[in-house]
């Protein structure tokens, strides 16, 4: 059983995630410890505890230590089952990242077709937009060959939550390699300002901000009122397609921070990336290690590695013995090199 320092890297709730689904994987049992010690509130929260039970009910596993406040799990899986589940955080947690702890694992190891509806939040601060995985991840698993569907139908904002989607995931054998090392021409440049129980100023503020700084049109800024709101909520969506990759930036409003402030915030990231002229954005680089290093590998170029991409990295190294390479060729341009996965 291998033994990990939640502590360690990162130190958050990305450690959890990553074991788990790198557990049910590689059927590797694992103790966990000192989970999200460094954070203000250690142990499991909602979302987290949700994560390590979807991957104990899909992966058959036994697991002790599963409640909140938690700093110390033992996961034990057997086999993976495709099938039908629903997963409620009950919070306003991110159902994304929890979606994201079960996916590859129900891709390659299930033999059977999985639907999974997800309650909670939709867009929340620190984890991926719903539409980072539709127009940024997903994409590129499907060009390694993989089938995800996901359809939005209720967006769900932090605090209040109340968002709800669904995916289908239809089983593989291997993922393709992946060479990612151009971004290709830039197609098109957009921007959405979600709006759910808020004054609509808010979203053209920030999309007069946004599409100054960046020197887009105005008319590429749209505001998008929320549908059947469930509670108060903002989301700035800066969306680059280009001929290889669509990079999804995103900022989400605060109480007491103007909406000026948010605007810059996702423009000075934005043109970030655009500057470096790499195709893979920094949030995107981490979560593609895992799909790279259970198929036939990859390469890809990215802007320089975050915390959370060496966590992964160590983590990889931990359960498959894998040695990702990341060289830095230019200021704020590496390249990263994923060996395929040894038979």
Not at 122 to 134: I, K, Q, V
Not at 215 to 223: N, Q, T, V
Not at 238 to 262: D, N
């Amino acid at each position: 059983m291998l033994t990990i320092d939640g502590s360690m890297g990162e130190g958050g709730g990305q450690l959890l995630r990553s074991s788990l689904a790198l557990s049910l994987l590689t059927s590797t049992p694992f103790r966990i410890t000192k989970i999200r010690a460094g954070r203000a509130r250690p142990g499991l929260m909602r979302q987290h505890l949700v994560a390590a039970n979807a991957a104990t009910e899909i992966g058959d596993a036994e697991s002790d230590g599963a409640a909140i406040g938690s700093v110390d799990l033992t996961f034990q899986p057997k086999a993976i089952r495709g099938g039908n589940y629903n997963f409620a955080i009950g919070s306003a947690g991110s159902t994304t990242l929890v979606f994201q702890t079960i996916l590859l694992p129900l891709l390659l190891g299930s033999s059977v077709s999985s639907t999974i509806t997800f309650e909670g939040g939709t867009h929340n601060p620190m984890a991926p937009p719903f539409e980072f995985l539709e127009h940024s991840f997903l994409p590129i698993l499907a060009r390694m060959g993989a089938r995800v569907e996901v359809a939005l139908v209720r967006h769900g904002f932090y605090p209040a939550g109340g968002g709800r989607w669904a995916a289908t995931i239809f089983p593989m054998n291997e993922l393709e390699r992946l060479e990612l090392l151009q971004r290709g021409e830039v197609r098109s440049q957009r921007a959405t300002a979600l709006i759910s129980q808020l004054r609509p100023s808010i979203a053209l503020r920030e999309l007069d901000v946004l599409c100054n700084v960046l020197g887009w049109d105005r008319a590429s800024g749209r505001p998008k009122m929320v549908e059947q709101p469930h509670g108060p909520g903002n989301a700035l969506l800066a969306i680059i397609e280009s001929e290889h990759v669509t990079e999804v930036v995103t900022g989400f409003g605060e109480r007491g921070v103007p909406a000026e402030s948010i605007a810059e915030r996702v423009a000075a990231e934005a043109l970030r990336y655009l500057k470096a002229g790499v195709p893979v954005g920094a949030h995107l680089a981490d979560q593609l290690l895992l799909p790279l290093a259970f198929g036939r590998g990859g390469t890809f170029r990215t802007l320089k590695p975050t915390d959370h991409f060496t966590t992964q990295v160590e983590l990889l190294r931990m359960f498959l013995g894998t040695k990702v390479i990341a060289t830095e060729e230019a200021e704020d341009v590496w390249r990263v090199d994923v060996p395929a996965r040894a038979a």
